[in-house]
């Protein structure tokens, strides 16, 4: 059984990773046509009313953990009422979705027009691309449902390929973007808008046949309800702050300067966000099945499990951040062609960040699969409604953009190194030894890792061709090399040997 579910969780991983690594393509050529083609302020618009909305729809969010956490667990026991648990969590996202589109027409346009820093001659497509968002907002509230029962059937097969139909759509609007002479802004925002509602609908499509549980009529039970609302109340404020450190700074940061500065901080986020899909694939991958072994009663199993996948997380983002970090500008020139100024260390910042994400997100799957979120529900955001005053505070007393990376960072290193392992032992009553361990070995791989790396930066140029080859060839060879030695065990050595072993002599029959 357990080599059965470790073979589930390898193969939904490869299906999300060839989304992603699809995924990741066409969003770095498209961000780059896209600034190209919106220009710096333009883009930097977008992202800013773009955030006004998400920042409005973090009830969303909330709901939508425990929707995820609730079909899942019910999976998992003899007896599952997943139709009418269903139909009960999309009946409450859908009045949820116009509650949210009722507040954004009314605060959101008066934030817009009173607050943010946005050329006059750029109000009116601001507006336009603000009304295209709540649409598209509305559209992906109402969504989550469908995404959380793809995700409890562990049916992630299917990301991949309607993946290659979105990134079609992707490559459209960029090249349609650069053959019609609308306001860009404007046009770009309807494109974005109708592209996210049609690949919804291929979703939806899908679930309604695939899963018996989606066919039925709206029906709404308030014991049901009560559940995950009781959860969601929790996870409520988790998301509230999530919004305030994001959506909010980015509000904040208008506020103070110009929209180019916003559209740094966006492409910074925007490669964070890409290195995080790649652990958050496998996370995706993996958590059904620790909350499942916990719904089982089967404990043990559930804790080696999430202890293991934390481990193995870290590395993923590892092999990924030490080059990223030592070749962020030439990468970055690679990417945008032109670089805007002061982009570079944003970027390095949020990369290093992205390792304390790891730990964070991993260490959060055991008490998500326990339901007993209240305390980290109270402590954990602490950690990210304190970013907006603090970053707030910063610009008040003159200090330049930068300050928001660092702060950001900060949040994410006490959170993931310290705040989520006494939470983890004292919420699932893992031994803090047990933790201790696995973040120390992380700890000891990563500066392992960076000595060869770090050393041959300091020999060659990476602007240069010869130097960017040899500094990443440094930076994979170190990192895989200690991962390796140091940071799996064993039997975790045995295992990957054998399913190379395994390939192998089925390419060759």
């Known amino acids: 059984m357990a080599e059965s579910n470790n073979k589930r969780i390898a193969k939904n991983t490869v299906f999300l990773y060839g989304r992603m690594l699809l995924v990741m393509l066409v969003t770095l050529y498209t961000s780059r046509v896209t600034l190209k083609v919106l220009g710096v302020d333009d883009y930097g618009i977008y992202q800013t009313v773009g955030g006004v909305v998400t920042f409005l729809s973090f009830l969303s969010n909330a709901l939508g953990t425990g929707t995820s956490r609730f079909l899942t667990f019910e999976m998992g026991k003899k007896k599952p009422r997943l139709s009418l648990l269903f139909a009960t969590v999309r009946t409450a996202h859908i009045v949820l979705g116009l509650i949210i589109v009722v507040l954004g027409e009314i605060i959101g346009l008066w934030f817009i027009y009173n607050k943010l820093v946005i050329p006059a001659d750029r109000l009116n497509a601001a507006v336009f691309a603000f009304h295209f968002s709540i649409i598209a907002t509305f559209f992906q509230i109402t969504q989550i449902p469908y995404n959380a029962t793809l995700i409890a059937h562990e049916d992630m097969n299917i990301y991949a390929y309607i993946s290659i139909v979105e990134a079609v759509f992707k490559l459209a609007i960029v090249f349609l973007l650069q053959l019609f002479v609308f306001d860009l802004l404007e046009f770009y925002a309807a494109l974005m808008c109708t592209t996210t509602v049609v690949i919804l609908f291929i979703y939806r499509i899908y679930c309604c046949k695939k899963y018996p549980e989606v066919k039925g009529n709206l029906r709404f039970d308030r014991e049901l309800f009560k559940g995950v609302a009781s959860f969601s109340g929790w996870n409520l404020i988790t998301s509230s702050a999530m919004s305030l450190a994001n959506q909010g700074v980015t509000i904040v940061t208008n506020m103070f300067f110009e929209p180019s500065v916003v559209t740094i901080r966006s492409l910074a986020l925007r490669v964070n966000d890409i290195i995080n899909t790649f652990i958050g694939n496998f996370r995706t991958a993996v958590n059904p099945q620790i909350v499942k072994k916990y719904a089982a009663k089967d404990y043990e199993a559930s804790k080696k499990l999430a202890l293991e996948s934390t481990k193995y997380t870290y590395y993923l983002m590892l092999i990924i951040v030490v080059p990223i970090l030592l070749l962020s500008e030439p990468l970055l020139k690679i990417w945008l062609d032109e670089v805007p100024d002061g982009l570079v260390p ?164």
Not at 355 to 381: C, R
Not at 437 to 456: E, N, Q, R
Not at 462 to 471: A, D, Q, R, S, Y
């Open 346 to 509: 944003f970027v390095q910042i949020a990369v290093f960040q992205g390792l304390f994400q790891a730990l964070d997100t991993s260490l959060y799957a055991p008490i998500f699969a326990t339901g007993k979120i209240k305390e980290n529900a109270l402590i954990s955001p602490l950690f990210d409604f304190i970013q907006l005053p603090v970053v707030y505070g910063l610009f008040l007393l003159g200090y330049p953009p930068i300050v928001l990376a660092w702060v950001s960072a900060a949040a994410c290193i006490l959170l993931g190194v310290v705040v989520k392992p006494i939470l983890v032992h004292k919420i699932v009553n893992y031994g803090y030894m047990e933790i201790k361990k696995v973040i120390g070995k992380c700890m000891a791989v990563t500066l392992l890792s960076l000595i060869l790396p770090v050393v041959t930066a300091f020999m060659f140029d990476n602007m240069t061709v010869k130097g960017f080859i040899v500094i990443l060839a440094a930076s994979l060879l170190s990192t895989g090399s200690v991962i390796w030695f140091a940071g799996l065990d064993k039997s975790a050595r045995k295992m990957i040997r054998a399913l190379v072993s395994e390939k192998i002599m089925k390419k060759r029959a």
